[in-house]
């Protein structure tokens, strides 16, 4: 049995794996974006981007004052867990006082701050029932500086994949500099309202330079690439090349009378961490 313990360690560690060390992935897009750029301002903030990433990594504090919203994705096989929701809710108070995390988690209408990020259905927590004999847990700090920036339509079938890129599109130019450019952006099309939204949040755990397997979603998730990064946003919204530095498209089959489009843009600092218990 995985016990309670083994889950609250590992919570605790993959947080503070995730706010100190950007993934690989992310940090070498961001030297490419810089690399490629040509615009002085645009190559000043992608240096400052890289700085700080060093700066945490060395002195082993997070790269940003904001340090999420505690989100915990759960893959679970045919393994038995202790206490699985208790021991990821421990797991996040433990790290919220020793990394030490910014208490970020409030009630909506009081605005009362918990100072655990912890609190009323919070750390959100998904999972999904997977085949094999181990359990998968991944954290997702979110920050709301991109989240914020987050957008849902529920299109019209005749709309078509125009409309998702459209759609996607106006999302990013309307967000402008405040998701804290160059971002993520992943974007769930079908399932429903919220699935859409799920699905868009889910893509952003694929690495930066992964393929989509469904070749449609491939060419989909290119063309936006390009029509983002068309529109000279730019690093923190200040004029570049590179507004975005990848598109993720997720899809699930939907009702035959709409078109759900989730958009979930991701800030530079793209957190996550994952490990396995078994």
């Known amino acids: 049995m995985i016990t309670q313990k083994q889950v609250e360690d ?98 909506p209408l009081t605005r009362e701050n918990t100072g655990t990020n912890t609190g009323k259905m919070v750390p959100i927590i998904d999972v999904e029932l997977v085949d094999g004999d181990n359990l998968k847990l991944t954290i997702f700090p979110k920050g709301f500086g991109s989240e914020n920036n987050n957008a849902l339509k529920m299109g019209l079938p005749g709309e078509g994949v125009e409309g998702i890129k459209n759609f996607v599109l106006e999302t990013v130019i309307s967000a402008g500099g405040k998701p804290c450019p160059p971002t ?43 029509l983002v990064n068309s529109t000279g946003i730019g690093p923190m919204g200040l004029g570049g090349k590179t507004t975005a530095l990848d598109v993720k498209v997720e899809l699930a089959d939907t009702h035959t009378a709409g078109l759900p489009i989730g958009v979930c843009i991701q800030c530079w600092a793209a957190r996550h961490a994952s490990a396995i218990l078994k």
């Open 10 to 107: 590992t919570i605790y560690r993959l947080y503070r794996d995730s706010v100190i060390e950007l993934p690989e992935d992310v940090q070498n897009a961001l030297k490419k974006a810089y690399d490629n750029e040509s615009d002085e301002t645009a190559r000043l903030n992608l240096k400052a981007v890289l700085e700080n990433i060093n700066a945490a990594h060395e002195n082993g504090i997070p790269m940003c004052q904001d340090t999420g919203l505690p989100i915990v994705f759960v893959k679970l096989g045919s393994v038995k867990v202790e206490n699985l929701y208790q021991g990821i809710r421990n797991g996040v108070e433990i790290a919220t006082r020793e990394i030490p995390l910014r208490p970020n988690v409030v009630d």
């Open 184 to 226: 993520r952006i992943g974007v769930g099309i079908g399932g429903s309202s919220d699935y859409a939204l799920k699905l868009a949040k889910k893509a952003l755990l694929r690495d930066v330079d992964s393929i989509n397997s469904d070749k449609r979603l491939a060419e989909l998730e290119s063309e936006i690439l390009k």
